[in-house]
């Protein structure tokens, strides 16, 4: 922390240097002189008030106060807070870096303003969130100047400062009420498929090896013969998905990325899960040794729970490895019975496709959900933006193909969706397992 | 908009006597043209290019003014002053001011546009939205925080000019006491102009070099904690290449020392040649080496010498003066 040196001290410098040069012109304005002397004294000292004033500059405390946790919607109240305990009062421009994808809605994250001693000051202003996942607070900057500027001391608070933005509660309540009306036309959790359960399906005549508690007395009494009762059976699903978190899904504009899109979708997946009584989990699928896995469960906790691992997703730092992430889902999964599994992946990382035929092998049912790029092409963004991201499109449309053939090959579906329909598709395809038994 | 008005109207109120200044010396250059260019005989393409200069520095004003560029700004009046100086062949025609007066209110106005730069800057981070905030503390530092502000580094300036000027007073007693040539010639040039602005420069980083020697390392231990002074050591570009160079220093400063000497008797014997003549000198070098002569010839050589030194001196300084006076006219008319 040492005093820097404006421009403006320059022109003090030569302001000195003009007195001086006008004293040497005019013999008789000596004072002009002692003037320029004078600047350049002034120019010294205010450099050792300010140095002397540093220490006040660096004693002060500087908190920054906000929720750890937000939804999309909601607006982050941050404070920040600086305590001075000395007798000076500082002159600070202070400058709180918010994280990247947040807007700023109300109040101002930079002033100019005096620190009374032994005093505070509280600053408060409010930012929105554009993307799902963790986004880091960036540095707290003061920096003191001396009455005309001339120098100025600059501290740098650097601290790990996290913020957890989760789906908003529409894609919630759209999950749930998604579930409501699900049940209302087909009936809870129940398919056509007859076996346990409490919904009843038909009476038929007893056959041997049918358990005697599903004999059904009263029916047997009035047709004089034995007869059974006969449910649907209740099936329970068991779902996977595999969320890649690779840089691509994360391209284009703030809030409109192919990760913000699969991640709300999911969050609705996981409320509308809750409600039918699904067993649910959740990997994520990232370059290396970073995936990881929440494992298969059920109940509302449970889905709480991979909310809050939603609202940390943290991108990737290369291609995502598709087959440790399945390997860690294996492992770390609770994978009992068939299980749906969701690869949701914008293919446009050189990734293989054929540790999935292993998952088919096993008798789990394999969906690849992929967000179409051109479908989520950002139309906020405009000039080069826009053109960088069209190149990147056409670029990784190539790689696309390549997997889809692949895909193909493996007789693995792939359902291209858009922004719109990446729920719908997701729980249409889960029906349709439940209605062949479920897991 | 409301929320930036305060910050703004203020850093206006500070910049706009910079500005006025500015154009208030333009315009009366751009006005009495006919009056400049009959007091030189400045061909025409100069006198083109003195009207597009001071065209240029209005218009420099007006942005650096609404693009809130107080650097430029502040820069603006000085320029102006000394074109209009020039102009007018270092005279102001304006009977109610003199040049320390405009002067003075060249000096007045450059302050005020930087202390403008504080509202501008304030203006421009709370663009974004009204600030919220709520601050607390006692009143009563109000005043000594004032005081170290503005009231403390003035009365040290003040004390530092005083203690220049005093200096200077004693270093000019100081003269008398030294014997011949020197008294007089020392005398001689710090009554001068340029004498006194070397004194009192060299006087003054006199005074600011012992300041810094002890002032700064003071004043360093006690605002830096042991981890900052670290991170500052450590922050510098390459310590290896630091150390390696302070290392060729040392060799070169002793290098040094020994070029500098050769290099200053090689100066000696040349300007002893120079004033006594080539013949002279070696005889008298000789002496000096032989012992054969008498030493009253190398006594005569040295009070020759340093007599002839100083009037040496005293001429280029003399030159030099002039010669400064020849520049300034020259530049500024």
Known sequence: MSVKLTRRANIVVLLAAASIALGLIFPSEIPFLYTGLALIAYYYITRYVLLAKSKALNSLAVQRIHKRTTTENSNLEVKIAITNKTALALNLELVDVYPRFFRLKDGSNSLITSVPARGFVELTYYIKPTSIGAHDFGNTELILRDPFSLFFVRRIIERKDEVYVAPSEKEMARGVLVSFASSMYTGGLFSRVKGEGFEFAELREYVYGDPFKSIAWSATARNNKLMVRQNYSENPLNLMIILDCGETMAYGEAGSTKLDYACRAVASLVSYVARRGDFMGITLMRSSRESSVLPLSRGTDHANRIIRELSRIKLGTGPSDLETALKYSLAFGNIKGKTLFFVISDLNSENDLTPLRKLVAMKHEVVVISPYTPLFEAHGLEGVERAIYSINAAYQYKTREKLLRQAMKLEIPVLDVGPEDMFEKIVMRAESLRARGGS | ?333
Request: charged share 15%.
């Open chain 2, 1 to 333: 908009m409301k929320f930036i008005q305060k910050d703004l109207f203020l850093y206006y109120i500070f910049a706009s006597p910079a500005a006025l200044v500015g154009i208030f010396f333009s315009v009366s250059l751009l006005t009495n043209r006919s009056s400049v260019i009959n007091s030189f005989y400045m061909p025409l393409i100069g006198v083109a290019l003195a009207t597009a200069l001071e065209f240029f520095i209005l218009g420099l004003i007006s942005f650096s003014l609404i693009r809130r560029k107080v650097s430029v700004l502040s820069i603006l009046p000085i320029l102006s002053f000394f074109l209009y100086m020039a102009g007018y062949g270092m005279q102001v025609k304006m009977p109610p001011l003199t040049v320390a007066m405009t002067m003075s209110t060249v000096l007045i106005s450059t302050f005020c546009a930087l202390a403008s730069f504080k509202y501008s800057r304030a203006s421009m981070l709370s663009r974004q939205g009204k600030v919220i905030l709520r601050r607390d503390g006692p009143a009563g530092y109000a005043i000594l925080n004032q005081m170290l502000d503005y009231a403390f580094p003035l009365t040290l300036v003040v004390l530092l000019t005083v203690t220049v000027a005093w200096l200077i007073g004693i270093l000019r007693q100081g003269f008398t006491r030294i014997p011949g040539p020197l008294s007089s010639l020392g005398a001689e040039y710090i009554s001068t102009n340029i004498g006194q602005a070397t004194f009192g420069v060299l006087v003054l980083g006199a005074v600011l070099w012992i300041s810094k020697q002890f002032v700064e390392p003071l004043l360093l231990n006690y605002s830096l904690s042991k981890s900052q002074a670290l991170d500052l050591l450590l922050s510098e570009d390459d310590i290896y290449q630091k150390m390696r160079r302070k290392k060729e220093l040392k060799l070169v400063s002793l290098r040094g020392w020994v070029l500098l000497s050769l290099f200053m008797l090689a100066l000696a014997i040349g300007v002893t040649v120079y004033l006594e003549g080539l013949e002279y000198t070696v005889s008298s070098l000789r002496s000096l080496f032989t012992g054969s002569s008498s030493t009253t010839n190398f006594d005569k050589l040295i009070h020759d010498g340093f007599n002839s030194i100083g009037e040496s001196i005293t001429r280029f300084v003399i030159q030099g003066e002039n010669l400064i006076r020849i520049l300034f006219k020259i530049l500024f008319g």
